[in-house]
């Protein structure tokens, strides 16, 4: 599995796109993006990469949520290469609902669908269990200290995140984090198991 980070447009409002390719472009490879964006700004230098010979450059479209900024672009790249949009809501050229706990092949290799309801109710996280990669969308996986508010669903989709091995975390919005993600969210669960809101008997993965 490859990895390309999208350059995004940086004079709108959008967020982080991820290219998935396989490592030798085989035709039974998915071409996928991960949250499209906006606009269709990456479009340009997607076709500027190799893509595989006789293949399609992007053939599926996975969004981490249907908000606009990490949506907005599904129609007119759906148009031009006719990829198959997944997520785990409804609306805005979806072709199918995800669910927890699926596994979606991507470029050579497979993610792992984990639901997050917590920036949304329709918020997952991918998890690419040969890169030890998260792939966290909106969902906040950096809390430093306590106090917020947070839903017991929320706590428990986290315990599960914690306890993959996950070497790198692609943000939707803020750079790649590249070490010390089982510190950070490690850190993260413990001070949002400390919140106030959530019950004493929910507290605990």
Known sequence: MRIIPLVRNDRIYSCNSYLILGDWNHIEDINTIIDPGTDAFVLDEIERLSTGFGKIAVEQIILTHNHFDHSGAVKEIKKRYNARVMAFSEGNGVDERLHDGQFIKAGDDFLEVLH???????????????????????????????????????????????????????????????????????????????TENIPIHERRC
């Open 116 to 194: 997050t309801p917590n920036h949304s109710s329709d918020s997952i996280c991918l998890y690419a269990p040969s890169e030890k990669a998260l792939f966290a969308g909106d969902t906040q996986v950096r809390v430093r200290w306590p106090g917020e508010l947070y839903s017991p669903e929320y706590v428990e989709a986290l315990c599960r995140i914690a306890g993959k091995d996950i070497l790198k975390i692609y943000s939707g919005h803020d750079a790649p984090i590249l070490s010390e993600c089982r510190e950070i969210l490690l850190t993260t669960l413990h001070n949002i198991q400390n």
